[in-house]
Nanobody, 122 residues
Framework: QVQLTESGGGLVQAGGSLRLSCAASGRTFSSYNMGWFRQAPGKEREFVATITWSGKNTYSADSVKGRFTISRDNAKNMVYLQMNSLQPEDTAVYYC???????????????WGMGTQVTVSS
């Protein structure tokens, strides 16, 4: 079992940056592929970025490519999402998730955090 806790959200002006962190409990963290998803009010949860268990492969949604970077530190049981050039449309609750499959689909992820709010003002 893996428990996930996100942090680092907040209010930022357009063009600014935030770094989200996801702390994971459990000795099996390094065996899971990890993902970041987000959900804006009235919208479905959507894929943001994913990273394989080893950290060697990453993939991001087109909407964030070149602006957001996912990374992980298995020694610290941490996953990060560096977000640069933030825009108002990035406003959402951001969730980290752990899964066995390396996927962009929410249904592929087994464990989810409670989320952290990111608000970007124009």
């Amino acid at each position: 079992q893996v428990q996930l806790t996100e942090s680092g959200g907040g209010l930022v002006q357009a063009g600014g940056s935030l770094r989200l962190s996801c702390a994971a409990s459990g000795r099996t963290f390094s065996s899971y592929n990890m993902g970041w998803f987000r959900q804006a009010p009235g919208k479905e949860r959507e894929f943001v970025a994913t990273i394989t268990w080893s950290g060697k492969n990453t993939y991001s949604a087109d909407s964030v490519k070149g602006r957001f970077t996912i990374s992980r530190d298995n020694a610290k049981n941490m996953v990060y999402l560096q977000m640069n050039s933030l825009q108002p449309e990035d406003t959402a609750v951001y969730y980290c998730a752990a899964g066995v499959q390396w996927s962009v689909e929410t249904r592929s992820y087994v464990y989810w955090g409670m989320g952290t709010q990111v608000t970007v003002s124009s």
